[in-house]
C-alpha cells in the first residue's frame, strides 16, 4: 500500500493551511482524501495535484479556472490550451492597464502643484473620464 500523508504533513509541504486543503475537497478542485482513523490521508497523487493548483494560482488562474482547466483534460488533453490562451490575452489586458496606469501616477507625482485636484494634466484626465474615454485614451501625453 503506498505510503499516506495526513493533511497537516501536506499542509507543511505545501505551505498552504490546512482550511486551504478542505476547502479544495469541498468545491471538488481536489478529490475527497481516504479517511484512516477520522483522520483525512493524502497520497502522493494529491501533492502533485495541489502542486498544479498552486501553479495555476501563481500564474492568475482563478480556483473556478483552475477547475475547469483541469477537468478539460478528461475531454482532450489539448484542451487546456484555449482556456491557457484567454488567460494569457486577460493577463496582457491587464498588463497594459497597468502600464498606463503606473505612467499617469509617475505624471501625477512630477506634477508641481500640491493638490492633484489643481493639476491641469489631472483635470485633463478627469474630463476625458467623464465623457467615457479609457485611462489610456484620456491621459495622452
Given amino acids: ?3 499516506l ?3 497537516g504533513e501536506l499542509a507543511s509541504r505545501s505551505g498552504v ?3 486551504t486543503l478542505r476547502y479544495y475537497e469541498e ?3 481536489m478529490p475527497p482524501a481516504r479517511r484512516v482513523s477520522g483522520q483525512r490521508r493524502y497520497g502522493e497523487q494529491a ?3 495541489l502542486a498544479m493548483i498552486l501553479f495555476f494560482r501563481d500564474v492568475g488562474f482563478s ?3 483552475t477547475k475547469r482547466l483541469i477537468a478539460s483534460r478528461s475531454r482532450s488533453p ?3 490550451r484555449g482556456l491557457a490562451r484567454d488567460k494569457l490575452a486577460q493577463l496582457d489586458e491587464g498588463i ?3 502600464q498606463v496606469a503606473r505612467i499617469a501616477l509617475q505624471h501625477a507625482l512630477r506634477c508641481g502643484q500640491r493638490d492633484i485636484l489643481e493639476c491641469p494634466n489631472f483635470a485633463r484626465v478627469i474630463a476625458g473620464r467623464r465623457e467615457g474615454k479609457a485611462l489610456g485614451e484620456a491621459h495622452r501625453r
Fill in 47 to 49: 501533492v502533485g495535484l
Fill in 17 to 19: 493551511p490546512p482550511s
Fill in 78 to 80: 489539448d484542451a487546456w
Fill in 96 to 98: 497594459a492597464r497597468a
Fill in 27 to 29: 468545491i471538488g478542485l
Fill in 63 to 65: 480556483l473556478a479556472e
Fill in 1 to 3: 500500500m503506498p505510503e
Fill in 5 to 7: 500523508i495526513t493533511i
